[in-house]
Each structure stands twice: as structure tokens, then as C-alpha cells.
């Protein structure tokens, strides 16, 4: 996910919404999930001790306190009273198998240990490919040059997808534990480990349930999310072909571990960035006479001026960030640079066209004030546009009636929309789709950093959650429309 970097003041409102759900008691890796016999729908309480025969107990081993456990996961042992014949009852059961929580969590330090960054996800992807080899799962192999597409079930209609990002991002990881990045200046600071993780788990609980799957799931391991062409790379090579619906989660420091988040409709922002060369004119009509252009005043106006296309132009309901947050010129402290670079982000929900337009108009025409010139470069090829992410109301309502159904009511909560983004929104444009958050937040473990930070870490006990999760949505949606 690319993190915003400056928030007008509706989303930092937003934010503070955000922040305000976050409950206090954030063990959310719960001692016992009890099966409600009152209800006939499958519904699970977490942390509940209800007095109850037909349950699940699932006791962790070893407890997580203190700082040097940051990197010990919690090893899981599951006692069934009675059988069930639910199909999310049994998917929960699979990953929560102390075999399946340690290779998935193991999964997961492997690649945190050895971050690659975008388009360069060569040894994740082998790492990956190795893992489908032996769970005998066919697969496409390359896609957006590191990518790869598998695919398991009947090999016919409908097939349904769920996507992973796999780059790290160059960020040197200031956690100390047993598993940290051992590349200097690259981490896996945005938990595309997890995800990875997390899916290839759901690979193996679907792969056991092959027999079962009314269609095809389509599994999704993607380059390059934080530089947003491995998205659009994958489609253009093939990935979503047949696909009817897709299917993606993140990691969210936001939100206490465990729980599902989401909303129908805009989710996360389209974003966009920008770079201008800011040049004093060469030659003027009055001659030396007149002093040489300030290309720092002019850099400064501009600056000053994009300001105004958010807080005078834009729909206050709507809303867009124009951050500048990059300027680079002059290295002496006696004369004017030649040239000033200005650079920055930019985000909205809506039109993301307009936006780049106006910001090039501004700073073009805004410099010539000053007698001087600027290029404005948007890297379309290198970055490109992020469309917003939109979630399919039909999409958004089947996430949540499977969290719901998996993990508890009080498991799935509905999230704001943030100025942040994704390229899970490129697939989003083509089909149907909805992207959820999975929440890490554990205070008690210090897995309270936002992503893209050099502390950030994930609640590792979430992983086996997530991979259900995904594993029950991909079923289910085979199961309604297959
Ligand atoms: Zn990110
Ligand atoms: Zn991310």
C-alpha cells in the first residue's frame, strides 16, 4: 500500500475516526472461539468463554510479552469436543493445526528476512513456486516478470480470485528480533511477507479441499504493489483472464488483531506523483541590466500555489491531497541555483486526471511569474496513476458475510475510506472485486507502527486467521455461484 504523506484536513478526521475504533484490549488472538448452539448460522465468539460442549479450544503455548519474544509465534493445539459439519468450521480448523500455523508463520520470517524490492522478487517468487511444487498446485510462471498465477479446483467456471503483493520496500528495519531483514536498507515494511504468507496458506487449506471447490480459484502473487505497474503488468500478461471476481487483504496497524475491515465503495485513494524541474529562463529582452530570475522564489510560489487547487477548487466533499514534499536546489550559500526541483504526491477519490492537469498548469504558469520555466514529469510509465480502489457493494457484502460467519460479528467491522492507495485498484477497474483489511494492532506485542515504517511489525498470529479468511472466501464464492 502507498502510504499517504500529507492529509488535508478531512482525512486527517478520518484518521481520528480510525484511531478512535481502536479498542483497548487488543488480545485478539483469542484463548477459546466458542460455536454458539442458540444459532443455527455458523457464528463464532472469539474470546468468549460461554459455557458451551460444542467448541473449539485453542490454547496458545507460549506466551508473548516480552520484547525478545517479538519474533516467537504462538503455537496453537486445537481440542474439538464434537464434529462439525461446517465448511468454515473445518476451513478454521485446518489453519489453526499447530503443522499449518508454524509453516505459514515460517513462510512468512523467510521472506521478512530476505526483502526484495519491486520487480525484483526473484528468490519470494521461487520461494513461492517451490511451496506450489509441493503442494502439487499448476501454475503460470512469469507474469510481470516475478509474478505468478495458480490455479486450483475444477479448472472450469466461475473462477474467483485472491492476490498477494510480494516487494519489500528500501527501508531499513529498525526492529530488533530473531527474524530481521538481512538486507540493509530493505524491509518488508508494508507486510507483503504476511500476505504472501497468508495466501499460500489458504493454497494449502483449498488444496485439501480440492474435492469440494465448485469452480476454480485463481491464485494471485504480484511484484511491485508499492511502485503500482505490477498490477496493471499482471493483467496486461494474462492474470485475470476468466476471472469474474477477485479477492485481497492488508495488513492494518489500525485495527486489533484478528479483526476483518472494510466498506463497500471507495476504500482507498487514486494517487499519483509528480516532479518539476524548475529552469530560469535563459536571455531576457532587457538585457543584463536586469537581475538574473530567482528560480528558488519561483520554486517557492509554486509551491505555495498548489495549495490552492485542493482548498479552492476541489469539492469540499470530496476529498484530494497535493503534497509537495520533496525540493532539492542550491548548494551555495551565495548565489541562486539554476534549477529547483520541486516533487510531491497527489490523491483523490475522484477524477485523478484533472488533478494532474491543474497541478502541471499551476506550476507552469506560476514559475513564469518569475521569469522562469519548468518541465513537469508524472512517471505514467514508471509509477502510473493509481486509480481509486472501489469495492463492489456485492463483493464488500460476501467479505463480510464470511468474516462474519468465520470469525464473529464482532470480528468484521465497517472502516472510512483513507487517503492512502493500492494498486489492488487496477484490478478493481476491470472486475468485480473487494479489498479488506486484516487488523495487527497488539499493544501488548508493539505491533502499533503504521506500514512504512522502520518499526513496523505484524502480530504474526493473525497469519493462520488470514489465510481462512481468504480460504473461505474463495469456497464460499464457488459454493454461491458455481
Ligand atoms: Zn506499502
Ligand atoms: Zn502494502
Given at each position: ?10 482525512s486527517?478526521l478520518?484518521t481520528?475516526?480510525?484511531?478512535s ?9 483469542a484463548?477459546e472461539?466458542?460455536k454458539?448452539?442458540s ?9 468468549t ?8 479450544t ?16 504462538t503455537?496453537?493445539s486445537i ?6 459439519t461446517?465448511?468454515?468450521d473445518?476451513i478454521l480448523?485446518?489453519a ?24 525484483e522478487e526473484?528468490d519470494?517468487?521461487a520461494?513461492?513456486?517451490?511451496e506450489?511444487?509441493?503442494?502439487e498446485i499448476?501454475?503460470m510462471h512469469?507474469?510481470a516478470?516475478t ?8 479448472g472450469?467456471?466461475p473462477?474467483v ?7 519489500a520496500?528500501p527501508?531499513?528495519?529498525a ?6 531483514s538481512k ?5 518488508h ?5 504476511a500476505?504472501v504468507a497468508?495466501?499460500l496458506?489458504?493454497?494449502?487449506i ?6 469440494l471447490?465448485?469452480?476454480t ?5 504480484q ?7 505490477g498490477?496493471?503488468?499482471?493483467i496486461e ?9 477477485i479477492?485481497?487483504?492488508h495488513?492494518s496497524?489500525?485495527n ?6 472494510s ?10 506523483f509528480?516532479?518539476?524541474?524548475i ?10 541590466q536586469?537581475r538574473?530570475?530567482d528560480?528558488?522564489l ?9 495549495q490552492?487547487i485542493?482548498s479552492?477548487?476541489?469539492n ?12 532539492d536546489g542550491?548548494?551555495q550559500?551565495g548565489?541562486v541555483?539554476?534549477?529547483?526541483i520541486?516533487?510531491g ?7 485523478m ?10 506550476i507552469?504558469?506560476?514559475v513564469?511569474?518569475f ?6 514529469d ?8 493509481y486509480?481509486?480502489t472501489i ?5 464488500h457484502?460476501h ?5 462474519v460467519?468465520l470469525?464473529g460479528?464482532?470480528?468484521f ?10 494498486d ?11 479489498f479488506y483489511y ?6 501488548e ?7 512504512h515504517s522502520?518499526?513496523?511489525m ?5 497469519l493462520?486467521?488470514?489465510?481462512a ?7 464460499e464464492y464457488?459454493?454461491e455461484h458455481?
Amino acid at each position: 500500500m502507498v502510504k499517504h504523506t500529507s492529509l488535508n484536513f478531512f482525512s486527517i478526521l478520518i484518521t481520528t475516526i480510525i484511531l478512535s475504533f481502536i479498542i483497548s484490549n487488543n488480545n485478539i488472538i483469542a484463548v477459546e472461539i466458542i460455536k454458539s448452539s442458540s444459532s443455527s448460522s455458523n457464528t463464532y465468539f472469539l474470546g468468549t468463554n460461554n459455557n458451551n460442549n460444542n467448541h473449539h479450544t485453542i490454547t496458545p503455548t507460549k506466551n508473548k510479552t516480552s520484547a525478545t519474544s517479538r519474533g516467537t509465534h504462538t503455537h496453537h493445539s486445537i481440542t474439538k469436543s464434537q464434529p462439525s459439519t461446517s465448511n468454515l468450521d473445518e476451513i478454521l480448523r485446518l489453519a489453526m493445526v499447530p503443522g499449518m500455523v508454524t509453516w505459514i508463520t515460517d513462510i512468512r520470517r523467510t521472506i521478512h528476512e530476505n526483502p526484495e524490492l519491486a520487480f525484483e522478487e526473484y528468490d519470494t517468487s521461487a520461494l513461492i513456486r517451490s511451496e506450489l511444487d509441493l503442494l502439487e498446485i499448476p501454475y503460470m510462471h512469469p507474469l510481470a516478470k516475478t509474478g505468478i498465477r495458480a490455479s486450483l479446483g475444477t479448472g472450469g467456471p466461475p473462477f474467483v480470485a485472491l492476490r498477494a503483493d510480494m516487494d519489500a520496500l528500501p527501508i531499513q528495519e529498525a526492529v530488533e528480533w530473531e527474524h530481521k531483514s538481512k538486507k540493509d536498507g530493505k524491509m518488508h515494511a508494508c507486510g507483503h511477507d504476511a500476505h504472501v504468507a497468508m495466501l499460500l496458506g489458504a493454497a494449502k487449506i483449498l488444496k485439501s479441499r480440492e474435492h469440494l471447490l465448485k469452480g476454480t480459484v485463481i491464485l494471485l502473487f504480484q511484484p511491485a504493489e508499492e511502485k503500482g505497474n505490477g498490477a496493471k503488468q499482471m493483467i496486461e500478461d494474462g492474470a485475470i483472464k476468466d476471472v469474474e471476481a477477485i479477492f485481497a487483504v492488508h495488513v492494518s496497524h489500525q485495527n486489533p488483531s484478528g479483526t476483518i475491515c472494510s466498506r463497500s465503495g471507495p476504500l482507498l485513494a487514486g494517487c499519483g506523483f509528480f516532479r518539476a524541474v524548475i529552469s530560469a529562463d535563459l536571455g531576457s529582452p532587457n538585457g543584463p541590466q536586469l537581475r538574473r530570475a530567482d528560480t528558488v522564489l519561483a520554486a517557492s510560489a509554486a509551491v505555495i500555489s498548489l495549495q490552492g487547487i485542493v482548498s479552492r477548487e476541489a469539492n469540499p466533499l470530496d476529498s484530494q491531497v497535493v503534497s509537495v514534499t520533496l525540493v532539492d536546489g542550491g548548494r551555495q550559500i551565495g548565489s541562486v541555483p539554476g534549477d529547483v526541483i520541486i516533487a510531491g504526491t497527489f490523491r483523490a477519490f475522484s477524477d485523478m486526471h484533472n488533478l494532474l492537469h491543474r497541478i502541471q498548469e499551476v506550476i507552469k504558469e506560476q514559475v513564469k511569474v518569475f521569469r522562469c520555466h519548468a518541465t513537469v514529469d508524472f512517471f505514467e510509465k514508471e509509477l502510473t496513476l493509481y486509480p481509486p480502489t472501489i469495492n463492489n457493494d456485492r463483493m464488500h457484502e460476501h467479505v463480510k458475510k464470511v468474516a462474519v460467519d468465520l470469525l464473529g460479528p464482532e470480528k468484521f467491522r465497517i472502516v472510512p475510506p483513507v487517503m492512502g492507495a493500492e494498486d489492488f485498484s487496477f484490478y478493481s477497474k476491470e472486475i468485480p472485486a473487494a479489498f479488506y483489511y486484516i487488523g495487527i494492532r497488539n499493544e501488548e506485542l508493539g505491533s502499533i507502527h503504521c506500514a512504512h515504517s522502520p518499526h513496523f511489525m505484524v502480530d504474526e498470529d493473525v497469519l493462520p486467521i488470514g489465510a481462512a479468511t481468504h480460504a473461505s472466501i474463495a469456497e464460499e464464492y464457488l459454493n454461491e455461484h458455481g
